[in-house]
C-alpha cells in the first residue's frame, strides 16, 4: 500500500474487494490472498507505472494480476473513461472482455481508512462494493461463489444494533433481522443508475427463482455468515428485504 500510494498520490486508486469490504463492514472478517484495486487510468499506463516499481512483477497469465516486492498478490483493474460508458473493457494482452458496469460508483462513493500510520487509502463504501459484487459474479459466476458470501454478510451486517437507522420511523414496520438488508438494498438503489439495478436485481431473481438450477442459491447459503447458514427460509427473508430496499417508491 505505501508504494501505490506514493506510485499514485491524492488518492487516485481505490481499494475494492473483500479487503475493502472488511476495513468498512464492522464485524466482517475474510481471509483474502487479494489486494483489489481500480483506477481510471488506460491499462497501458498502469503497467508502465507499476513497472517502475522496484520489486514488482506483473503475472505472466493473468492481465490484472501483480506481484509486490513483499510478496502480496495485487489485482489491478485500470478502466478508461471510454470502458466506464461502455460498460465493458477488453483486456489488451489476453483479449478477454470484463463487465465494469458499476465501477465509477468506487470513485463517487468511498472514503479514505488509515491503513498504517503513514498510510490512508481511498475505500469504496460497502454500498459500493455489494454491487460491484452483483456484477462480478454475473460476469463469471463459475469463479466468484465468494461474492455471494460477502453480499450475504453485507446484508446481515450493514446496520449495527447501535445504528440509528435501525430505530427510525422508515424501519419500524420491519422485523429487526429485515433491517439490515432492507436500508442496504436502499443505499444500492440510491448510489445506482440503471445498469447497476439492473443487475442487482438480475443477481436477486436469480437466487430466488434457482433459474441457474439452484447454484447461486446454495452458494449463497453455504458462504452466509452463521445465523442463516442452515436455515435457506431466513437467507431468502433477508435477500426479499434486500429487493424491498431497491425498489422505487415502496412503502412499508
Known sequence: ???????????????????ALSLVLDGY????????????????TVHRQLLSLPGWTPSQGVDHEWRSRTGGNVHVLP?????LRAGEMTWPRSGRRMSVIGMGLAFEHR???????DVSIAVATVPCIVTLKAVSFQDRPYVRERDLGDIAEAMERYVADEDDRRWSQETEALAHEDISPYLLGKDVRTISGARELESMVALIDRVESESDGGRAQAAMLRLAPPSVRFRPVDLLRRVAAFRRGLEPGEAL
Open 1 to 19: 500500500m505505501r508504494d501505490l500510494a506514493r506510485l499514485w498520490p491524492n488518492q487516485e486508486f481505490t481499494l475494492i474487494g473483500a479487503l
Open 29 to 44: 472478517e475474510r481471509q483474502s490472498n487479494d489486494i483489489d484495486i481500480t483506477l481510471i487510468v488506460p491499462p497501458d
Open 79 to 83: 478502466i478508461s473513461e471510454e470502458d
Open 111 to 117: 472514503q479514505s481508512v488509515v491503513v498504517a500510520e
